[in-house]
């Protein structure tokens, strides 16, 4: 079955230092990647995704997250974390079993300190 | 342009009543997915479809829970004889096609059963 896992339940970090927000994922075959993040009082927005190609993909805000097949691993990166990134953070994997379900992990809330 | 909305925001009824919960996806947006968001928690695929039809409705919980979206635009998620294990956010979200197209989310429902 597949599975999404974010292994903290929140991150830390001072402002202008690099973020990392972890998301390993568990499906058969070649999966679809994506990253969320939600606002308070607002809806998921869409950040970034993996389909094939270059393991590194950019995406909105600056942020970009790195594809690794051994490690079945798509981690969030940003170079220098602004107090406006604190939110929380969602990972989610979409696999072709017949229909497009998606998994999404339990979430990371960032937390940027000025 | 106008994104995906859903209505009502919030939503009490008691328990053992029937509830509608509407989504009115982004225009010409052909796949439409219903998540539940509990405290803590990632969304919680319910159900997709892809046009008129119900791709995936793996995720249902039980049969007291339907979805429609007779003619593709709009869909309502139908919860009958509600429990209170029932509350939680409903969100919906739609995609230009299913498959790797990202997912644009609602600001979702809020559905409380005492």
């Known amino acids: 079955a597949q599975s999404v896992a974010q292994p903290e339940d929140q991150v830390n970090v001072a402002e202008g230092n690099p973020l990392t927000v972890k998301c390993t994922y568990s499906v058969s075959g070649n999966p679809y990647l994506f990253w969320y993040v939600q606002y308070p009082n607002r809806g998921l927005q869409f950040l970034l995704k993996?389909?094939?190609?270059?393991?590194l993909v950019k995406g909105s805000y600056g942020f970009e997250a790195e594809f690794n097949k051994s490690q079945t691993s798509f981690h969030l990166k940003k170079p220098s974390a602004l107090v406006s990134d604190s939110a929380l953070y969602f990972c989610?994997?979409?696999?072709?079993?017949?229909?497009?379900?998606?998994?999404f992990g339990a979430g990371t809330r960032l937390f940027v300190k000025a | 342009g106008a994104g995906v909305s859903q209505t009502p925001s919030n939503k009490v009824t008691e328990k053992g009543k029937y509830v509608e919960l509407r989504c009115d996806p982004i225009s010409g947006h052909t796949a439409l997915y219903w998540y539940r968001q509990s405290l803590g928690q990632g969304p919680e695929f319910l159900i997709y479809f892809q046009g008129t039809g119900a791709a995936d409705d793996s995720g249902l919980p039980n049969d007291r829970f339907f979805a429609v979206r007779p003619e593709g635009s709009v869909s309502t998620l139908k919860i009958q004889r509600t429990e209170r294990g029932d509350s939680a956010v409903y969100l919906c979200?739609?995609?230009?096609?299913?498959?790797?197209?990202?997912?644009?989310f609602g600001p979702g429902t809020r559905l409380t059963v005492l």
């Open positions: 979200a739609s995609s230009l096609l299913a498959g790797d197209n990202e997912q644009f």
């Open positions: 993996y389909i094939t190609g270059d393991n």
């Open positions: 989610a994997v979409r696999h072709y079993t017949g229909g497009f379900k998606t998994i």
